[in-house]
Nanobody
Framework: QVQLVESGGGLVQAGGSLKLSCAAT????????MAWYRQAPGKQRELVGE???????NYADSVKGRFTISRDNIDDTVYLQMNNLKPEDTAVYYC?????????WGQGTQVTVSS
């Protein structure tokens, strides 16, 4: 069974850092594009950052310069390093990946930034 398993969320003060991890399991093949999304209470889910199949990276304007997405192609793991966190970054963060035209989601991990 193909799954995306996230870890690394938690509670942090404003200005602090967290690193999220997402491991792809159950697939013989490597995921194509992988990304992180987030959803705050009462808001729509939004793209935070993505790494494309050719290694290109894109970020939401709100996190540029603060967040970095990276990928370990051997372990098929994607990371999200989050620095200088702000209260408005508080949300459930979801890992996302595409494998043979099918989209997969992780279970979500809570990130809470206190002011």
């Amino acid at each position: 069974q193909v799954q995306l398993v996230e870890s690394g969320g938690g509670l942090v003060q404003a200005g602090g850092s967290l690193k999220l991890s997402c491991a792809a399991t159950g697939s013989y093949y490597r995921f194509h594009a992988m990304a992180w999304y987030r959803q705050a209470p009462g808001k729509q889910r939004e793209l935070v950052g993505e790494v494309t199949s050719d290694g290109g990276k894109n970020y939401a304007d709100s996190v540029k310069g603060r967040f970095t997405i990276s990928r370990d192609n051997i372990d098929d793991t994607v990371y999200l390093q989050m620095n200088n966190l702000k209260p408005e970054d508080t949300a459930v963060y979801y890992c996302n990946g595409w494998l043979f035209e099918k989209q997969y989601w992780g279970q979500g991990t809570q990130v809470t930034v206190s002011s």
